[in-house]
């Protein structure tokens, strides 16, 4: 999406708002998410993923943020490098952006070393959450080129964990994380909480043509309160219907990453889930959809946070660290 010069990377909407000249950020079409549950329909006006990217013609630009509920943190690159940090807060907030002193050395590093970014490239990505509103954009910009951003976009769909929940700052998901070892683009469909495998959701995923490989995160936002059986239909109709609109690219489906039930030697749903997930993958038999077992990227159990769901910012790591291995591995073969 392109506006005012100016590309917004993971966003389908801007909403107007009344009493504001703010606009809200919606990472998915308004159409969509009317029809999805009330969790997905809160976190797709999160901003996971999201960034503002252009070239810098002028001096600076000026763009006018406003964070909604409570302060939260923009992070601000010139490529893959880290300008710095702003506060955003809850009333509109003005930050500028220029050059950094050494940008001319930074545009003569890719000779030593690919980088999936173009060093002149102006990247702010925006909090994962609350909601953010873009108020102005002032400043000679141009919007990217197609040189500049990496030639593959990896989409993540899933839950709390693949929106980012306990990340410190805007790229500090697994998501995020495993894009960057992959020097790939990011496409974040992670709703906290509201990842129910709606079958409009399959369909919206389906219809995209913008991404080359996927990861579809299922199963925990579900484990508490859907019955195995009905969750054993959402998914095949989720997985079958994005799999076989593309039998072209590599999908991995990641069952639950370890969490409470699993040190419960009671429970019996999380280990039907994941069989769930994984026959599912195996009845299809499609040559590029494979399925991952969450336990097997997140090893360590310090790397939770204390609620026993969340990964902590270490986990995130491990996460990625762990993902991004399958994933080369896999499409090298």
């Known amino acids: 999406m392109i506006t005012e010069n100016m590309e917004l990377h993971n966003i389908a909407e801007l909403v107007p708002l009344p009493d504001s000249d703010g606009r809200a950020i919606c990472r998915i079409p308004l159409d969509l998410r009317d029809k999805l549950n009330e969790q997905a329909q809160a976190c797709s006006m999160q901003a996971a993923g999201c960034e503002l990217r252009f070239n810098l013609v002028g001096d600076e630009a000026r763009v006018t943020l406003e964070m909604v509920e409570r302060p939260a943190i923009a992070e601000v690159y010139c490529g893959p490098f880290l300008i710095g940090w702003h506060v955003i807060d809850t009333a509109p907030t003005e930050i ?33 959450r609350p909601p953010v509103l873009l108020h102005a954009i002032q400043g000679d910009l141009t919007p990217p080129r197609s040189d500049q951003v990496p030639a593959q976009r990896y989409l993540a769909y899933g839950s709390s964990i693949t929106h980012g929940n306990s990340s410190v700052g ?11 070892r992959l020097g790939v683009d990011l496409v974040n469909l992670g709703f906290g909480g ?140």
Not at 105 to 111: D, E, S, V, Y
Not at 170 to 180: E, S, V
Not at 308 to 330: C, D, F, K, S
């Open 170 to 180: 805007a790229t500090a998901g697994y998501a995020m994380r495993t894009a960057r």
């Open 96 to 128: 500028s952006i220029a050059k950094p002193e050494r940008h001319a050395l930074l545009a003569r590093m890719p000779q030593l070393q690919s980088v999936p970014f173009a060093p002149d490239l102006i990247r702010v990505a925006l909090p994962w």
């Open 194 to 333: 509201g990842a129910h495998c709606e079958p409009e959701m399959a369909d919206y995923i389906a219809a995209r043509t913008d991404w080359d490989f996927a990861t579809l995160e299922l199963g925990i936002n579900m484990v508490t309160w859907l019955e195995t059986a009905d969750f054993a239909e959402r998914v095949a109709y989720f997985i079958s219907t994005i799999a076989n609109a593309h039998p072209d690219k590599w999908i991995f489906c990641i069952d639950m990453f370890p969490f409470y039930m699993d040190f419960d030697t009671e429970a019996e749903r999380n280990h039907a889930y994941r069989a769930v997930v994984r026959e599912t993958v195996a009845e299809l038999a499609l040559p590029k959809l494979l399925h991952l077992d969450g336990r097997d990227l997140l090893r360590d159990v310090t790397g939770l946070c204390a609620d026993v769901v969340h990964p902590a910012p270490a986990g995130m790591g491990e996460i990625a660290a762990n993902l991004a291995v399958r994933i080369q591995r896999t499409m090298a073969s």
